[in-house]
Every structure is written in structure tokens, then in C-alpha cells.
């Protein structure tokens, strides 16, 4: 487990290192694509976010072995990015879904993420 002894928390002002440690075990007993931390996503104007859309975190259905973040807006699910299933892609993968989302501020984004490990 080096992977587990080198990681450096860089989310630690939000989660702490065992939160991640108790998260990445309950999302592994998830199956591919259930949804995670359902958020809204704003109309981004450019085209790349269209009408009412939302993003989430699930395992992902073309890496059973990934986790990913989706986003869901009027041309379909995107996959958006895949993450490896450690303790450092859960925290990549947790800090690109919330500055996708605009429904919450980075406290109430982590408030969300720890009521999954209560």
C-alpha cells in the first residue's frame, strides 16, 4: 500500500486522509454507474453545457475499475474523466467534480461527500 503512505492530501483543508480512506471503500461496494453527489451544472453559454444539466461521481461503466464524473445536460451523459480507483484518484476525481459543479460552495460540496460516510 505505498500508494496509501505517499499520497499527500492536498484536500485536507475539506476531507481528511481516512474520510478518503472510508469514502473509496464505500464507493467500491457501489456498482458502475450508480450516481454519486448529484450536483447542478449552470448553462456554460458556449456550448459546452447545454440547458439544465447535472454532474455526479459513479464507478465507471467502461473501467469497472475507474471512477469517474458525469455530466448529464440536453446532448446526453458524457462521461467527463476517469480517475484510478485509489485514495489519490478518489481525491482527483472529488476536486474536478466539484469545480464542475455550481450548486455549492467547496463546504457545502465536502458537507455532501461526508454525509455518504456517516
Not at 476517469?82 to 455549492?104: H, K, N, P, W
Request: with cysteine; hydrophobic share 35%; charged share 30%.
Amino acid at each position: 500500500m505505498s500508494e496509501e503512505n505517499n499520497f499527500e492530501n492536498y484536500l485536507s483543508d475539506y476531507i481528511t486522509t481516512d474520510e478518503l480512506k472510508t469514502l473509496l471503500n464505500y464507493v467500491k461496494k457501489k456498482e458502475p454507474g450508480d450516481p454519486m453527489l448529484i450536483f447542478t451544472v449552470n448553462d456554460s453559454g458556449d456550448g459546452m453545457v447545454t440547458g439544465e444539466a447535472s454532474t455526479w461521481m459513479q464507478i465507471s461503466t467502461s473501467r469497472n475499475d475507474m471512477i469517474c464524473y458525469m455530466l448529464k445536460d440536453d446532448d446526453g451523459k458524457s462521461e467527463l474523466n476517469r480517475f484510478e480507483m485509489t485514495i489519490s484518484g478518489l481525491a482527483d476525481c472529488l476536486d474536478a467534480l466539484s469545480s464542475q459543479q455550481d450548486e455549492v460552495d467547496y463546504d457545502g460540496f465536502y458537507d455532501a461527500v461526508k454525509k455518504l460516510i456517516v
